[in-house]
Each structure stands twice: as structure tokens, then as C-alpha cells.
Antibody, heavy 115, light 107 residues
Framework: EVQLVESGGGLVKPGGSLRLSCAAS????????MNWVRQAPGKGLEWVSS????????YYADSVKGRFTISRDNAKNSLYLQMNSLRAEDTAVYYC????????WGQGTLVTVSS | DIQMTQSPSTVSASVGDRVTITCRAS??????LAWYQQKPGKAPKLLIY???SLESGVPSRFSGSGSGTEFTLTISSLQPDDFATYYC?????????FGQGTKLEIK
């Protein structure tokens, strides 16, 4: 069974940092590009970042470029998102998700940026 | 960036109805378009990929069509479990973008 399990969310003050993790199992993680997608409360889906299977290609939404860093460790079947200089508008559920058309999604982890 | 525009934003329908949701792209996607269903408090679920390919395990009442800049998701006969929000997503080029969503409500 495919599982993507996010962790690391929580409450952080504006300007603070968080590191999200995603543990993958049940599929060949090292063969898939991976993504972070977020959803602000009551809003639609927003793609945040993608990383290719070998980490050779990385992409970011303009809204997070220069503040967020995506990375992966294929030996540990894990995906990461380092989030710095957090803003109130980064408050959202963050989903770990696989592929271009996203066939696997995690359950999401809530990040709340508030003073 | 490619803009994705879904219509309608909300649709009210009854069990057994046929429903069509449209997604328009600001530039050609070829067929690199996916459709997702999302229920409150849950992660999205892939329904359709490459514009018209049905994801394994998804009921055949769901179908997708289109290419280029105009795409449709059709539910042929609505079931109670289908009332949810639907999103299109282009994966032709980065940044990936989603439509704003279509909420399917019970009439």
C-alpha cells in the first residue's frame, strides 16, 4: 500500500522557520518526481515546489522562491521542505504528492503562521 | 505562467444527473491535464490524467476529454458520493497550476 506521511507542521511566528518531512513507502520513491502542494483554509490548491527523481531539477512557485527549499533523500525514501521567513499567507495544509499528474497524496500537515 | 480557469465555480445537481465541468488554459497543454476530486478535510484524489485516461479504481461514470486549451470533466450519472469539489491541474510546464475549483452541491 502506498503511503506518504507528512510531519513537522505546527504554529510558528512570522519570520520563523519550519522543516516539513514526508516519509514514503509502498512504491519506488527514487523513480518519482515529488511535489509539495498547499491549501490555505477554505481555499483552493496551490502548487509550491517540485523536485525530480535525482534532485537534478527543482522548481518553485514565485510566492515561495528564495524562502523555501525542497530536497529529498532517496536512501531514506524521504522528501523535505525547509521553510524560512514564514509569512501569515503561508498558513495552509501542506501536502506531499508524487508525480506530474499526482497519483499519490499524503494526508497533509497544517502550518500556521501567526503571532 | 499558465492560467487555469474552471467553470462553473459551483454547480447544483441531483442524483442521476449528468454534469460537465470545463477547464480552460491560457496556453496549449497538449493533453497534460489532470482532474481531482476533494472532499472536506481530505487530500485530493486523482480521477483523470492525460486529459482522458481514467485512473485505476475510479468509476467509469467519470470521463475526461479535450486537448490544447479546453478540457471537460463529465460525470454521467451523479451518485451521492460524488458531491465534492473538483480541480483541474496542468502539468505541461512549470509552475504547475490548478483551476480554482468547482463545488458540486446537492440540489
Amino acid at each position: 500500500e502506498v503511503q506518504l506521511v507528512e510531519s513537522g507542521g505546527g504554529l510558528v511566528k512570522p519570520g520563523g522557520s519550519l522543516r516539513l518531512s514526508c516519509a514514503a513507502s509502498g512504491f519506488t520513491f527514487s523513480s518519482y518526481s515529488m511535489n509539495w502542494v498547499r491549501q490555505a483554509p477554505g481555499k483552493g490548491l496551490e502548487w509550491v515546489s517540485s523536485i525530480s527523481s535525482s534532485s537534478s531539477d527543482i522548481y518553485y512557485a514565485d510566492s515561495v522562491k528564495g524562502r523555501f527549499t525542497i530536497s529529498r533523500d532517496n536512501a531514506k525514501n524521504s522528501l523535505y521542505l525547509q521553510m524560512n521567513s514564514l509569512r501569515a499567507e503561508d498558513t495552509a495544509v501542506y501536502y506531499c504528492a508524487s508525480g506530474g499528474h499526482i497519483d499519490y497524496w499524503g494526508q497533509g500537515t497544517l502550518v500556521t503562521v501567526s503571532s | 505562467d499558465i492560467q487555469m480557469t474552471q467553470s462553473p465555480s459551483t454547480v447544483s445537481a441531483s442524483v442521476g444527473d449528468r454534469v460537465t465541468i470545463t477547464c480552460r488554459a491560457s496556453q496549449s497543454l497538449s493533453r497534460w491535464l489532470a482532474w481531482y476530486q476533494q472532499k472536506p478535510g481530505k487530500a485530493p484524489k486523482l480521477l483523470i490524467y492525460k486529459a482522458s485516461s481514467l485512473e485505476s479504481g475510479v468509476p467509469s461514470r467519470f470521463s475526461g476529454s479535450g486537448s490544447g486549451t479546453e478540457f471537460t470533466l463529465t460525470i454521467s450519472s451523479l451518485q451521492p458520493d460524488d458531491f465534492a469539489t473538483y480541480y483541474c491541474q496542468q502539468y505541461n510546464s512549470y509552475p504547475y497550476t490548478f483551476g480554482q475549483g468547482t463545488k458540486l452541491e446537492i440540489k
